[in-house]
């Protein structure tokens, strides 16, 4: 039994900022990565940002939002900066572990909704 938490989405003004955290909670092992990822209406889910053991961003997010994590609180954030109405969409907090035999799973957040007006 796996649960991740997500809190920190909302409204804001194009311009403005958020920050998304996410808290990861129950028999996980381990930790490989942890990141964001979100969907916009009539949109694919796609990739925000991960951290493992570096980072990797959206090209469409770069010098706009940040993904940090706390190892020791299994917690991932999202620092959202100059945000967009494009970026308006539900984020999805997302984390890869690992068992003891090296096995991978991914496990999902129920999603955020952080919607940016004009």
């Known amino acids: 039994q796996v649960q991740l938490v997500e809190s920190g989405g909302g409204l804001v003004q194009a311009g403005g900022s958020l920050r998304l955290s996410c808290a990861a909670s129950?028999?996980?092992?381990?930790?490989?990565?942890m990141g964001w990822y979100r969907q916009a209406p009539g949109k694919q889910r796609e990739l925000v940002a991960t951290?493992?053991?570096?980072?990797n961003y959206a090209d469409s997010v770069k010098g706009r939002l940040t993904v940090s994590r706390d190892n020791a609180k299994s917690t991932v954030y999202l620092q959202m900066n100059s945000l967009k109405p494009e970026d308006t969409a539900v984020y999805y907090c997302?984390?890869?572990?690992?068992?003891?035999?090296?096995?991978?799973?991914?496990?999902w957040g129920r999603g955020t909704q952080v919607t940016v007006s004009s």
């Open positions: 997302n984390v890869r572990a690992r068992d003891r035999w090296r096995n991978q799973y991914d496990y």
């Open positions: 129950g028999s996980i092992f381990s930790i490989n990565a």
């Open positions: 951290s493992a053991s570096s980072t």
